[in-house]
Each structure stands twice: as C-alpha cells, then as structure tokens.
C-alpha cells in the first residue's frame, strides 16, 4: 500500500520520478545493471548487451510508433544506415567515438529528408511506404559495395576507448559497459524530451492531429522532426549492433527484422519507454528459453524435431494473446499488477478498460 | 513475337497477383483493415488443393479438391474472424495490422511443420497443354488463370454493386455505426467478407501452385507485392487491384529482362513507393476529401 499522492506544485506534473521511493527503484535498477557483469557470468552478460541494443533500437520505434503515432514498418532500414555508415568510416581508420557521432547524424538526415513525401501518408499507407524503403534498402545495401562491402559486407573492428580494446568476444564486460552507458544516455534524453514541449507536441500529434493544429504545433515539422529523431536513435542502435553481430551484411537488415522490431515495441506496450525494454527482453530471452525448453524434453526422451521458424512463431502467439487480452502489451500487465498492490483491495476490473471506436470510411466523404 | 509471349506470362502472373490483391481489397472494403496474413492463406490454400489433389496425396478429382480447398479455407477465414479478430473491434487499425501480421507467422509455421519446406506443384489436368494461336504459344494454364480472373472479378464487382449482400458490406466499411443503426449485422457481414477473401485466396493459391511451385515461406514475399498492386490500383477499388496486379506482374518479366537484377526485383515496391508518394490513394483512386 501507498500513500496517496498529492500534486502541489505544477512542477509535479513533469517530474522525472514520481516520488523519491520511485527515484530509489530506478537507482536500484542501475545499480543492478552495473553489478550484471558479476551476476550472470560473461555469456550472460553478452545477452544482456544483445537486450541493450535491442531496447536501444525499439525505443527509436517507440518514439515514431508509440509516442507520436506513425507507424513504420520499415526501421530495419534505418539500422542499416547506421551500421554500415559506422563500420564503413571505422574501416577507414576513424575513431569510434566521431564515427558514431557521424553514423547517428547521418541516419537521422537520411530519415528527415525522407519523412516528408512519406509522412504526407497516414496510417496503413505509411506503414505500407516504410516497408517498401525496408525492402529497397535490402537491395541497395548490395548495390552500394564501395560503402557497404556488397555481398560480402563488412567485419567490425575492435573498438579502441580510452585505451582500452573492446571486443564483444574478447572483452564481453567492457562492451556491456559501453551499451549501458550508451542506452542509459539515451534513455534519459528520450524521458528529458517527453517533459519539453517538443515531445508533448509528438504526443498531440499522435492523440489528434486535428486538435494539435488547432492548438498551434506545426504538424509537418513535429512529424518530420519525430521521424528524424526516430531514424537517429535506430540508427546509433544499428552502429552498436554492428559491433555486436561483429560483421554485417544485406542479410542483417531483412525487412523480416523491421517488423519484428513493430512487434517487439508493441509486446513491450506502445508509448512508454519501458514498453521498449520490455520487448527487447522478450526478443532476447525467448529463442533461449525454446533452446532450453527443447534440450529439457530431449533428455527426459521427448525429441522435439527442430522446427524452423519456431522461435517467431511463439513470439507470434505471444503477440495474438496480448493484442485480444492487453492491446497495451507487457507494459499494460505491468501497470495493471502494480495498480492491484497499490489499491488493494479495492481495485476494480474495469479500471484500464479502453473507450472504442466504431469505424468511419476515409475513403469516401 | 517474343514480346508477345513474355507479356502473355506477365500478364497470367499479374491475374495471380491481382487476385491476392483482391483479397485484400475485400477486407479493406469491409473493415479498412488490411489482412497481412493473406499471402500465407493464399499459401494455405494451394498447400490443401495439393494434399486434396496431387495423385500421391489423396488423388480426388480436380475440381472436387478445389471445391474442398476454396471451402475449407472460406470456413477457415470466417471462423478467424469470429472467434479472434473480432475481439479487436473498435480498436485503432495498428492493433488489426499487428494481429493479422502475428497470424501470418503462425500460419506461415504451421504449413511448414506440416507439409514441409520444399517447393511443390499442384497436378492439373492441363499441366504442359499449349494452345497454339497464330503462331503464339500460349500455355493452358495461363489462359485458364486470365479467364478465372476476370470471371471473378466480374462476379465480385457485380455482387458488390447489385446485391443486398454486397451493399450492406459497403455500407458496413463506410460507417459501423450508422450500418448498425440501418439493422445489418455488422460483425457477422464482416465475417462473411473474411470468408470470401479466404475463398478467393484459395482460388489464387490453386492457379499459383499449378503455374509453378510453393513452398511455405513465399507467402510474405507474395503478400508484399500482391499488397503493392492493391496499393498501386487503391486499396477498395476491386478494378484497381487487377490492373494493379496486372502492371506488376507485366512489368516484372521486362524488367528482369532489360534492367540489371537488382534494380528488377525491387522494381514493384519502387513502383509503389512512387505511386504512393505522388498519388496517395492509388491510380484508381475513391479518396476524396476527408472531413474531421
């Protein structure tokens, strides 16, 4: 049970933590994500840096899909820009730090100058212009071979840092050390850009655009400027992938991927950044589970033949049950048993219950 | 000559891509949803015409087993859409786009578990039957998937535009509430459209499978571009989709033929992602001014 909360200050509305209690969880949190390396063992820990990454890409997705409500279907796009950008200019001798700088910025104009002939499409179209940039870029990662290494593609290089050499194989920890850093930063600019103004516009947007014009945000430029931000973040992700896969090529950014980082956002619950945390701890710790499942029923004589495209398929199943039982996704279970405790016993079942909306044709006046 | 014939085997390609885009279209006509699981029911479908058919299965005659398969697979979409999409009524149009791409994956999962993975054809009784005309040889087959093609269409388009039926469907896309209000059943209307995109779905996945072979994962790759010719043609528009699927399936042999590889095979989406952009509601465009 908790105290009731009282807002007495305006200031309460846009705090980053609710409460100290609330500030004590996330430093708890930190702290455990800065003592993983001890925990779990370097195997472990390289998961856990696959699970950074993956967060870091879906919160690119969450801020275009979950936070300013345009969906894109094609991001994996985006993650190649970045990748193949950072290891092109590695390999030609750049520093890791201005190389990602560069990857990020160039990922974020490439998607700005592209946002605005596609974000004049809204809905089932734009998703369906972002798959077709997903699937163009599958092929253009192949025709540009003096950037992206054709067919081939290209070997990360170890990552030189304050003297240190990092290597996702040689040294797992450091480069643990180097996601988290990366994903705490941007985690807290995402959160810092939700109280500003601009990112209150993204939420305007997305509610309503109609009553968001009316209240004086300037549509075009908050989606242009969403969809930028979007592609920068996903593109950084796409960078530290690279380092993390160790060699990238056409077949690392299939539209398959694209789409299965929609699903992972709206696993994890669409506009919350947890929501994008959520997910990508699904992503990771799923084909482990099966894998592990599938070895259990081997040794008591169960042989589980192995079926290929398993792992999507339960994630797919997964995705069905949310969406009928809590189109709010892991997010929304969450919200709903941390509510249980909090109001016990007086919560109610109808609580987070949706209002619906019945359908009006947008092809016809 | 040669020009000739390559357009004829585009243009029975196309029917196959128009006829998936149809699909599409009679969903998005019902429910302005789109069904991204289509290509995996298409798949589905000439996986059961095959099971039904093929002599080492279980050897029917050919047109029972496709009466079986255009039926089963109708059933199939009317019960997915009664007993599981209809639970996201009146829910935004991500949360049906996310659900019918999470159902593409299932099914996509389940045909390969069952059926396995290797490409197979469907016997015909006209496999390797050529109609000579002028000169022209033309394959059977192809003549056969062009005249169902446009038989189909006709008959959707004059259902649509003639019967109480196909009314009470359009006015159900047009506004659930006010078709509620008018006395028709909206969710069970919305059932039936389902049963006949499955239906129709079957009906391109036997003409697919007895041009060529299927294999279980062809589905996404066949929902993209049969999805790009619904795009292109406007999504509701059902003479849209086949000219859609039509310029497609053309354009896909020329240009294999006179542009480098890579440029071909993306040539569809770019078609569409220009169509898209310049022309957002498609070359058949029903989109006129949007009212808050």
New interface residues.
Partial sequence: MSKPRFKTRYDDDINRFESGGHRLQYLLLLGLALAAPWLLGSYYTGELSSVLVWSMAGMGVMLL?GHTGQ?SLGHAAFMAIGAFTHLALMLRGWHFVPALMTATLVSGISGALLAR??L??S???L???T???G??VE?LA??AEPVTGGVRGLIAPPIELFGLTIDRHGTPIAFYYLCLSLVVLVTLAYSNLLRSPTGRSFLAVRDSE?SARALGVNVTRTKTLAFALSCAITGLAGALYGHLVQAVNFESFL??IS?AL??QV?VGGLGSIHGAFFGAVVIVVLPQGIAIARDLLSDVGIRVAA????D??V???I??VL??LE?RGLYGVWLRVRTWFELFPLYRKGLFR?A?????????? | MDTLQLLISGIANGCIYGLIALGFVLIYKASESVNFAQGDMMILGAFLAIALINTNQADLPFLLGLAIAGLSLGLFAYLLDALLLRRVFGQPQLTMVVLTIALGFVLRFIIGAIWGHDPVSLETPVAGQRLDIGGLAIPVIDAVIIATTVVLVALLWLFFARTRLGLAMQASSQNQMAAYYMGIPVKRVVSLVWAMSGVVAAIAGVLFAAKGAVEPSAGLVFGIKAFAAAVIGGLGSLPGALAGGLLIGIMEPFAARHLPSHVAQVSPYALMLLVLILRPSGLFAQVRQKKV
């Fill in positions: 899909v969906v002939p596609i004049r499409l809905g089932i179209y998703a369906i212009a798959l077709a940039l699937i163009l092929d192949i025709v109609i539209v398959i789409i929609l699903l709206i079926f290929p495209g398993l999507m398929a994630f797919a199943l995705i069905i969406m009928v189109p949706r619906r909306s019945y359908l009006k044709t947008e092809r016809l006046k």
